[in-house]
């Protein structure tokens, strides 16, 4: 008896390690995947919602997956989840080989298995595992969004980046720490690695993008890339983050009918719905906005024909013109022509 308790112990000692180092590794190496799995869901706490997805297989799916993931907005608490669905999947399957008396104490660590499969092939995707430049946009995306500026560079000086997005936000990286005129010591691939919405890129890559032009005071160009980036994609999911921006951009701009829809959408989540509901009881008030986004709505662009605009020199030159204190703006602009500069060089 006492043998057989302190086998159970062991056994239950052993699911917590197991639990521990799922946790640690969620919180600290994958923090970048669980804003990426964050950023791909969005759960919506509506009678639709629940309706809407409960019509098929893969849509009953898609809820339980969306309901789960909205929690990894919060880093501890996402890691925390992934952590208690691998242990119960652990335990589980030994209550189960347990139970048939298939297999004895001595063939425990087989219930492992399931948990471990799980883990490596539904939490960290594919793409993840194998794709180089997938997995740079994700950690870059995740600094970018939490103003990592430090740890942006270092990751470029300790790898150059594949991608442009890995590029842009270096540059962005530099710029917010007032030190874009020191990009000639980081990897350039030209003016697309300081910026770039083509449509080829993924569609949350573009998420960094669109905060970039935010920044720079371009808030259509900001919506533009936000709008498209939610159209691409995959299989019609929405993202909060991209809805945020849409309605911060219709906010400043003063479109508040426009901004009320993205904010109702959001105002039946958990985490964007403080958000949505202090602006909601705002609409209207012009006070209100100007005292948290009045520095973009003094630095935008006011012409509209920038919605659909590739010529970013031009844009930033309006922007430097228009409002000649916008430092940003006025780095990126220096930045741009030094590039299309080294270009030409190059080809000759």
């Known amino acids: 008896m006492k043998n057989n308790k302190g086998i159970k112990r062991l056994f239950w000692l052993l699911s917590v390690l197991l639990g521990i180092a799922i946790f640690l ?17 969005l759960f919506r706490w509506t009678s639709y919602y629940l309706n809407d997805h409960f019509t098929s297989v893969q849509g009953i799916w898609e809820f339980m997956v969306s309901f789960v993931v909205q929690f990894f907005y919060v880093g501890f608490l996402g890691s925390l989840i992934v952590a ?31 948990a471990l499969l799980f883990y490596f092939f539904v939490f960290i995707p594919s793409d993840y595992r194998h794709d180089d430049t997938f997995r740079e946009f994700v ?7 939490t103003h990592q500026w430090e740890k942006i560079l270092k990751l470029t000086h300790s790898k150059a980046p594949l991608t442009n997005c890995g590029l842009w936000c270096t540059n962005y990286a530099l710029a917010m720490r ?3 005129d020191r990009m000639e010591f980081y990897p350039q691939a030209g003016v697309e690695g300081l910026l770039n919405d083509a449509m080829q890129t993924p569609s949350l890559a573009l998420c960094s993008m669109s905060d970039i032009y ?5 808030v259509n160009e900001a919506e533009r890339i936000a709008f498209n980036a939610l159209q691409y994609m995959a299989d019609g999911r ?14 400043v701009n003063g479109d508040y009918t426009i901004a ?14 403080g958000f949505a509901k202090r602006w909601l009881a705002a609409l209207g008030d012009e006070k209100a906005v100007d005292d948290v986004y009045g520095r973009f709505r003094q630095l935008r662009v006011k012409d509209s024909k920038w919605l659909v605009s590739n010529a970013k020199e031009l844009l930033l030159r309006q922007l430097v013109d228009e409002n000649p204190n916008n430092e940003l703006a006025l780095n990126y602009l220096v930045a741009y022509r030094l590039l ?9």
């Open 178 to 180: 007032g030190q874009l």
């Open 260 to 273: 009320a829809k993205y904010l109702h959408y959001l105002e039946s989540t958990i985490y964007y719905r």
């Open 139 to 145: 950690q870059y995306d995740y600094l970018e969004r």
């Open 214 to 218: 935010f920044q720079l005071g371009s």
């Open 340 to 348: 299309q500069m080294k270009n030409m060089q190059n080809v000759e």
């Open 238 to 251: 929405k993202c909060g983050r991209l809805y945020r921006r849409l309605a911060e951009a219709n906010l």
């Open 25 to 41: 590794l969620c919180l600290f190496h994958y923090r970048a995947l669980l804003n990426y799995h964050e950023e791909s869901h």
């Open 84 to 114: 208690f669905i691998v242990v119960c999947i652990q335990r589980f399957t030994w209550w189960l080989l347990s139970h048939i008396q298939v297999w004895k104490g001595a063939f425990f660590l087989i219930s492992f298995v399931p």
